[in-house]
């Protein structure tokens, strides 16, 4: 088949490449986050290694396996990897020290020695403390009883002198003060209450109109005096 754009064949199928698929030797597509591709054949990770493009299987009767660089598969239960070759240790507790050379830490140390190379030195660390002399042992006394500490004698007060007797003078007799007559205090006279008229309701005030139009009012007409009458003549 055709593989479209974002896709690519492998061998005669197309697969995505955003996918979580990968092409084993251009024959097999595999997950490789749980499969590998190991001598072209798909296995899986989590019962097999691979080493140098060989598979191996991680653990066996005779223990777990680990790759050690280009010598291929090594058992971790009875050999080391020391600088990329495998060697068949004596003891579970043998170590690696200045390339193939394997030591006991517990009687043995590796430390660097003259020309900037490791070499093994007695004991189990490179720079051994001075031995100290030995501390000569105290006797150890019994423990002595404690004594309770001593009280002081208690404070007895001194006796004070006797003092004389005071003669009080002779009081006066108590008089009652005075009453106060206070002026009766009448309550005021309650008003009615007022009452508040509504306000005069008037018309729509007229405009003002200029000095000039302002109508004149009207003087009153002068009062005139009375008709004089006749007197009557005397008979």
Not at 52 to 60: A, F, G, K
Request: aromatic residues 2%; hydrophobic residues 30%.
């Amino acid at each position: 088949e055709r593989a479209h754009p974002g896709q690519a064949c492998c061998g005669h199928e197309p697969f995505d490449l955003r996918s979580n698929e990968a092409c084993c030797n251009n024959r097999q597509l595999y997950e490789p986050y749980q499969e590998m591709c190991c001598g072209g054949v798909v296995l899986s990770s989590w019962s097999h290694i691979c080493c140098n493009d060989r598979p191996v299987p991680t653990w066996s009767s005779a223990g777990q396996y680990q790759c050690c660089g280009r010598a291929g598969a090594m058992n971790t239960a009875t050999q080391e990897c020391c600088n990329g070759q495998v060697v068949d240790r004596g003891s579970p507790t043998q170590r690696c020290c200045a390339g193939n050379t394997l030591y006991n830490p517990q009687t043995q140390s590796c430390c660097p020695v003259a020309g900037g190379k490791m070499g093994l030195k007695p004991g189990p660390s490179c720079n051994p403390q001075p031995a100290r002399p030995p501390v000569a042992a105290q006797p150890v006394q019994p423990p002595q009883a404690r004594r309770a500490p001593a009280r002081p004698a208690p404070v007895r007060p001194l006796p004070r002198p006797a003092q004389p007797a005071v003669r009080q003078p002779a009081s006066a007799p108590v008089r009652p003060a005075p009453r106060l007559s206070l002026p009766l205090i009448r309550p005021a006279p309650i008003r009615p209450p007022v009452r508040v008229q509504p306000p005069v309701q008037r018309g729509p005030a007229q405009p003002s109109l200029p000095a000039g139009n302002r109508p004149v009012p009207a003087r009153p007409a002068p009062a005139r005096p009375a008709p004089a009458r006749p007197v009557p003549a005397n008979p």
